[in-house]
Structures are given as structure tokens and as C-alpha cells.
């Protein structure tokens, strides 16, 4: 949810005693069982369950499975109610939060409902609906820990076609919020959130400063819409780990247990990182009716909206985990995380390339059932290679290439195999090249390729491999944006999954800021579907009077290499004729130079 400075003067400043008694009231919830009613409840009691086990490493901190009695509210030694006008929370929304069982409440069975009811005619007025957050804001993780917030929750069970204006989430914000530093500086986490009924899901950051800033408010830095099968009819997983224990520390989102966004601390400036992470923080459920974020995808409520759909909520727990990583890069840095990364094609769309390079061993590669397949990670500039890791899943290569290259067209094999036995292979070799390929030609088995973990070790240096690659991660903005889900950053977070597009309308702009002055000799524009037949690259050093070192009225889209001569801090593509009806849309924006 996005979050407002408004807002603030809303929520109390808590005392020492109050936030003491709090976390009392809550240890006394830790590990939870699941105590079940009798008659009329049964059907519902078989359906809840306990909270999990704690996922291998970590202990669990903190459980509520919400076992009150029937048409009870909250227990408000642990939750506090959020009520009032949706309007004060500046999101937009149209419905006022109640603390009344017909909003929220216990259904006897171990879950908690959070039901929006409509009155009157209008669709846009009447509204009333449910939102809570924990007394305690101390759920957080350590210098070199990570934490876990993980729930089980039904979406509203509604569609596109009557749940226009419905807007669930599970969210976080920082502890500091509550002590007077605004929003989003404290930092803002969206575990889940989903619009007008579209069985999707969305991961968020929010940090930085509104509007605007290194986290593109109020969009902020996320997955953008990732499917969710089923997730209005039954109960799915929703989880996010903040993982300070590796370099860089990074935040991961999960849907029933499956690894689909990875923030690194990298994307933003340390004290930016810094202030929306290094801290505690509280958990918020709500389900809103309108705003903003639905607006961004056809708006509502509308005359089709239903009333008395809800969000139902099984159980919600806080794990946590002393020290460790889930990274296993090669001997010495892993020169190869968080670098751009292709492949020749990816089984499905939660499998892609960017997964093998994400330091993250819970999440993998997976390429198309035939041969060959390859994958390819871009490392910025020329290396002396000496070292590779191949963590690979059970669909390993039976024979494959280690391959170098300066351009990523032309390639020299420096190690090669037929006899691949998979598992983690660790291959000391020799050799130079700004881009560095696995080239499968003979699968073990009757699937793909698959890799959790591709690690490069090396050294700068070693021939002509170029310039460094400037832009990525660095703070990017945009004329417009099409929607919340296709904001300016993502041209420039090194995931060709995620992309920005504009407005439907003519010039639209690009600007990524390198931080300072650089000497600039390619960009590289990965286009979508929707590109540019007229536009020009241009850079400036104040990000007001720019200079064009790149045009052409006759572009092809696609994926499109410019050398170029210019300097300057600021670089855009300023798009002047569109090429369809739709705006402009970059998978990806990148900036080499010196």
C-alpha cells in the first residue's frame, strides 16, 4: 500500500512501557496450536491450519492463527485498528476503515476476515471495510540475519468483471515511522497486494522520498504483476525475506514458497537502503475499495462491483535466522551476481535467466526441453576469468562449453566437457572476455538446463571488452509511466522480465542519472512490442539542457546496440514519433562508458 506522509500524524508515538507490554502480549502467542470448536464450526476448523515449521535455519519469532471465537474481533493486545476515512491514508481510497465485527472479525474457524460492505446507490460512496496492524513494531532482522514475514491468505474472491475497486494487501513499515521519520523514508515492504480482482500479485518497495527520489514514488522499486493461478479461490502463501546476512543484502518475494522478485540493496544508495531497512518493522492487513493503485488498471468501484467480498487470512507468522546465506558463490567475489542475464529461452516465466546470477540457491534457471540452450551473463567489461561455478539442478549437461567473449557475438571456449555429472561444479580456467556463456549442447535428462546458481570469479582487465555498463541501478525517471506495474527503474534493474512504458501519447522521455559525468560509447535499447520510429539519445550534465549524440527517424525496435560518442551525468532517449498506437517501452535501458 502505498503510504503517505500524511498518515503520520494519524499513529501514536509509543511509549517504552507500551511497546514493552506489547512484545509480552505477543510472546505469549509464539507457536501458537490450533485448540479447534466443535458442531456447526467443523467444516471451517478442518480448513484452517497451523502455522509451519520454521523453514530450514530459521526459529519462529512470532504466530498469530487467529483461533477466536466466532464473530469476535481482534485481539487488541496484539493488533491495533487502523479506522477512519480512506481518504486520510492519501492512496486515494473511498471506504472507511471500521473497527466493527461486520468488517473484521474471528470466523470461529481460525481465520480472520476482513470484508468489505457497500451501501446506498452510488458505487463510489458507502463503502466501509477492515484494516489492522501489530501493537509491536519489533519484527526485523539483525547486522548479518535474516527475517521472514510469511501469511496464508484467500484473495477476495472476486473477478475482473465485479470486483473492480478491491485492493488486498499484507504489508510492512518501518518501526521509525512511528517515531517521527516520513514516509517513505522509514520504508514501506508490500508482501502482497492485487487490484480489481486481476489474480495477480505484487511485491513493492517503498523508500527514498515522495515524489520521485532513488525509489521512483510513489510507485517505488518492484516485481510488477506476477500472476497468481487460484489465488482468489483458495489460500496461498505469501512471504518476504530481508536478508542481511550476505553482500549485497538483498529482499526476496515469495508465492507458495517459489522465489519471483529480488531486490539488492545495490538499486538504491546505502542511506536510502539504510533508512527503509535497518530497522523493525510492523505488519498491516487491509482491504481497501478504490484509489489510486486501482485507478492504474481500469479503476473502480463500478455499478459491477459486488458487496461483502472478503480477505481471508489463516494464519501469519515472523521466522528468524542467525547468520548464514544462501549464496554459494565461487572461490573469491562472485563477479557474476546481479549482472545482466540472457539465455536462449527459459522453460516458463518464474525460471528466467536473471535467477542464475541472483546469489539466491532458491531460485534457478530452467531453459526449453531441447538442445542447445545457453546462458550468457553480461559482467559490465573485459575479465580475467579463473574460476566458474555451476550449481546445477537436477536437469544438469551432459556436454557443455565454458565460453568468453568480447562483443557476445564472437565466441572462445575455454573449458569443455561430455561427460557432465551435474551437482555443484567449481572449474579453475583460463581465459578473458566481457561476457561469459554456459553452451549446453547434450541434456542428462529428458528436460532442460537448469542452474541455481551461475558464479564467476576474475579480475578486471584482459583485452578489449569494452566499457563498464553505467545505468544500471541507478535512479531513473520518466515523463510517464502506463501504470504502477511498468515504472521508470525497471528499464534500468538488469531484469529483462520487468520493463517501462510510457503514456499513449507523443514525446515521451527516458533519464537514467549516473551520479556523475562519464565519458559515454554505447547504449543499448532492449525494446518492447511498443518502440520508437523517430527518437534520439541525449545527455546532459545539469539534466535540463541536453545535447543529442544519437537520431534517427527510422527505428526497427528490437533489442538495439548505438555506438555512440557523448558525455554527461544524465542520458535519455527522447522519443518523438511513436511506432504503434501504444507508447514506448523499454525491457531494458543501458549506458557503458568510461
Wanted: glycine share 14%; aromatic share 10%; charged share 10%.
Amino acid at each position: 500500500m502505498h503510504n503517505p506522509d500524511q498518515e503520520r500524524p494519524r499513529r501514536r508515538v509509543w511509549t517504552a512501557a507500551i511497546t514493552a507490554a506489547a512484545t509480552v502480549a505477543l510472546v505469549g502467542l509464539t507457536a501458537v496450536a490450533y485448540a479447534g470448536t466443535s458442531g456447526s464450526d467443523s467444516a471451517a476448523v478442518a480448513a484452517a491450519a497451523a502455522a509451519p515449521a520454521p523453514p530450514p535455519g530459521f526459529t519462529l519469532t512470532w504466530s498469530d492463527e487467529f483461533n477466536g471465537a466466532a464473530g469476535t474481533g481482534v485481539n487488541t493486545g496484539t493488533w491495533k485498528y487502523d479506522t477512519g476515512p480512506g481518504s486520510s491514508f492519501g492512496t486515494g481510497e473511498i471506504e472507511t476503515m471500521t473497527n466493527s465485527t461486520a468488517n473484521v472479525f474471528q470466523d470461529g474457524g481460525g481465520h480472520l476476515v476482513l470484508r468489505a460492505l457497500h451501501s446506498g446507490t452510488d458505487p463510489r460512496a458507502g463503502w466501509t471495510s477492515g484494516r489492522i496492524e501489530t501493537q509491536a513494531a519489533t519484527f526485523g532482522a539483525d547486522a548479518g540475519d535474516v527475517v521472514r514475514m510469511e501469511s496464508s491468505i484467500q484473495q477476495p474472491n472476486v473477478t475482473t468483471a465485479n470486483g473492480a475497486g478491491y485492493w488486498p494487501a499484507f504489508w510492512m513499515l518501518g518501526s521509525t515511522l512511528r517515531s517521527g521519520t516520513p514516509w517513505p523514508t522509514s520504508g514501506e515492504v508490500d508482501i502482497l497486494e492485487d487490484i480489481n480482482g486481476r489474480s495477480s500479485v505484487f511485491g513493492t518497495l517503498h523508500c527514498g522520498t515522495n515524489p520521485g527520489g532513488p525509489c521512483n514514488e510513489s510507485t517505488g522499486l518492484g516485481s510488477g504483476e506476477r500472476a497468481c493461478a487460484g489465488c482468489q479461490t483458495g489460500y496461498h502463501t505469501y512471504a518476504v525475506e530481508i536478508d542481511r546476512s550476505k553482500s549485497p543484502e538483498e529482499i526476496r518475494w515469495y508465492l507458495d514458497g517459489a522465489n519471483y522478485f529480488t531486490l539488492p540493496a545495490t538499486r538504491v544508495d546505502a542511506t536510502t537502503w539504510n533508512n527503509a531497512v535497518h530497522h523493525p518493522f510492523f505488519i498491516i492487513y487491509d482491504l481497501a475499495m478504490g484509489g489510486g493503485f486501482p485507478d492504474a488498471f481500469g479503476g473502480g468501484p463500478n455499478a459491477s462491483t459486488i458487496s461483502g467480498a472478503q480477505m481471508n487470512i489463516d494464519w501469519v507468522a515472523v521466522y528468524n535466522k542467525k547468520g548464514g546465506t544462501t549464496t554459494t558463490p565461487p572461490p573469491g567475489n562472485n563477479i557474476a551476481q546481479g549482472k545482466p542475464t540472457t539465455a536462449s529461452s527459459s522453460e516458463n516465466a518464474t525460471l528466467g535467466a536473471g535467477n542464475a546470477t541472483d546469489g539466491n540457491t532458491g531460485t534457478r534457471w530452467s531453459s526449453a526441453f531441447s538442445d542447445p540452450q545457453w546462458l550468457q551473463v553480461d559482467l559490465g567489461q573485459s575479465y580475467n576469468i579463473t574460476s566458474v561455478n555451476l550449481n546445477w539442478e537436477a536437469a544438469y549437461a551432459r556436454a557443455f562449453q565454458i565460453q568468453t567473449s568480447n562483443d557476445g557475438t564472437n565466441w572462445t571456449s575455454i573449458y569443455s566437457t561430455t561427460t557432465g555429472t551435474g551437482g555443484n561444479q567449481t572449474l579453475n580456467v583460463t581465459g578473458s572476455g566481457r561476457y561469459v556463456r554456459m553452451y549446453g549442447t547434450q541434456r542428462a535428462t529428458a528436460y532442460g538446463y537448469s542452474l541455481y546458481e551461475f558464479g564467476l570469479a576474475g579480475t578486471p582487465g584482459g583485452g578489449t571488452g569494452g566499457a563498464n555498463l553505467l545505468s544500471q541501478g541507478h535512479p531513473t525517471t520518466a515523463s510517464s509511466t502506463e501504470n504502477a506495474g511498468t515504472g521508470a527503474a525497471l528499464a534500468t534493474d538488469g531484469n529483462t522480465g520487468t520493463r517501462w512504458s510510457s503514456a499513449f501519447s507523443d514525446p515521451q522521455w527516458l533519464s537514467v542519472d549516473l551520479g556523475a559525468t562519464h565519458s559515454i560509447s554505447k547504449v543499448n535499447l532492449n525494446w518492447e512490442a511498443a518502440y520508437a520510429r523517430a527518437f534520439q539519445v541525449q545527455t546532459s550534465n545539469d539534466g535540463t539542457t541536453w545535447t543529442t549524440i544519437y537520431s534517427t527517424t527510422t527505428g526497427t525496435g528490437g533489442n538495439q546496440t548505438l555506438n555512440v560518442t557523448g558525455s554527461g551525468r544524465y542520458v535519455r532517449m527522447n522519443g518523438t514519433q511513436r511506432a504503434t498506437a501504444y507508447g514506448y517501452s523499454l525491457w531494458e535501458f543501458q549506458v557503458y562508458g568510461t
